[in-house]
Nanobody
Framework: QVQLVESGGGLVQAGGSLRLSCAAS????????MAWYRQAPGKQRELVAT???????SYADSVRGRFTISRDNTKNTVLLQMNSLKPEDTAVYYC???????????????WGQGTQVTVSA
């Protein structure tokens, strides 16, 4: 069984920083893309940042220049460093990964349970 576990959410004042971490565990053969999404109350889930297995990154316009995604392929982890946080960044943040489980021949899409980030004005 493969699972993603996030940590690092919390409450921070505007202008502050938080770092989210996500660890993939279980019977993993290889991981392709890893990403962070977020969902604010009453809104659809949106893509925040992605990182390929080769380290290529991309960001939503709303976070570019403030957030940094990185991953450690040896530990199957992905981080999201969030700086200069704004109240509009308040959301539940979800880790997402395309993982090929051991003994299979295709990638599957996995989600973490989500971690709350609240930014006060």
């Amino acid at each position: 069984q493969v699972q993603l576990v996030e940590s690092g959410g919390g409450l921070v004042q505007a202008g502050g920083s938080l770092r989210l971490s996500c660890a993939a565990s279980g019977k993993i053969f290889t991981i392709d893309r890893m990403a962070w999404y977020r969902q604010a109350p009453g809104k659809q889930r949106e893509l925040v940042a992605t990182c390929t297995s080769g380290g290529e990154t991309s960001y939503a316009d709303s976070v570019r220049g403030r957030f940094t995604i990185s991953r450690d392929n040896t530990k199957n982890t992905v981080l999201l460093q969030m700086n200069s946080l704004k109240p509009e960044d308040t959301a539940v943040y979800y880790c997402n990964a395309l993982i090929q489980p051991t003994g299979t021949y295709s990638y599957r899409n996995y989600w973490g349970q989500g971690t709350q980030v609240t930014v006060s004005a």
